[in-house]
């Protein structure tokens, strides 16, 4: 019965490509083949020495780091970021991690995690929002790579103005300063960290959270990998990037 009454309603409501708004063929979830197809992935989970690792570079010591998929505002692939950040389809962050999780089994790279991070939230802003899109990916993440999850070690200790109100660089690493606090150290000291975020721009808000989780214990080792990256932080105005 719970069938029947489930192919009405998709009748009558077709789920839609979560990019382009086009309706879903039989089979498909969340993306349409054509975008599944044409999503500008970076291909950089499979290499060391990429673009999204040497931005961190003299910035925070790292083991490695990838970005799964180009960003840009003209992009409609945004479309992935804005649904589960701002209008609560959660569950397409999950997807979406299991998505990167997959890409990072077949890496060499990052075979000696042991322990998924995910940049917390204030508690404020997780109340208004009513969960952590961050947590949600490395969730998809951990499905897919079997590590666990700590979302009780790092704490959000301030509440920051949003990144993106945040107009210039400058602003950014001043707004993210100190904001995060090491709760557990011996749960993860001697740990291989990896630091789960949806998009990478300046890499403030990372960076922050890897600064104090190794002030804390400097004997973590720690990887990084976000959903997306801003194509114009990595290669400027006229890269020609999505």
């Known amino acids: 019965m719970n069938n029947y009454f489930s192919e009405i309603f998709h009748l009558v409501f077709p789920e839609r490509c979560a990019v382009c708004s086009e309706e879903l063929p039989e ?17 950089f989970y499979a290499e060391h020495d990429n673009p ?12 490695e780091a990838s970005s799964l998929i180009f960003f840009s505002h003209h992009s409609p692939y945004r479309n992935l970021i804005h649904r589960f950040k701002y209008y609560g389809q959660w569950n397409l ?19 000696s995690i042991d322990i998924i991070i995910p940049i917390p939230l204030h508690l404020l802003r997780y109340l208004k929002r009513g969960y952590n899109q961050a947590e949600y990916l490395a969730r998809g993440i951990a499905s897919e790579i079997n590590l666990p999850v700590d979302t009780s070690s790092v704490k959000r200790s301030g509440y920051n103005r949003s990144q993106t109100k ?16 090491v709760k557990n150290p011996s749960k993860i000291d001697g740990k291989h960290i990896l ?17 104090s989780i190794l002030k804390a214990c400097p004997s973590c080792r720690i990887s990084i990998v976000t959903l997306a990256v801003s194509s ?11």
């Open 27 to 43: 089979g498909a979830n969340f993306i349409c083949p054509k975008c599944a197809w044409n999503m500008p992935l970076t291909g």
């Open 52 to 63: 999204v690792f040497r931005k961190f570079g003299g910035l925070v010591p790292i083991k």
């Open 93 to 111: 962050s999950i997807e979406l991690g299991k998505l990167i999780g997959r890409k990072l089994k077949v890496s060499d790279l990052y075979k």
């Open 166 to 181: 945040t107009q210039n660089h400058h602003d950014r690493w001043h707004n993210v300063a100190g904001i995060f606090t």
């Open 195 to 211: 630091l789960i975020d949806d998009v990478l721009t300046t890499g403030a808000t990372i960076i922050s959270c890897a600064q």
């Open 232 to 242: 114009y932080e990595l290669f400027g105005k006229h890269s020609g990037g999505l």
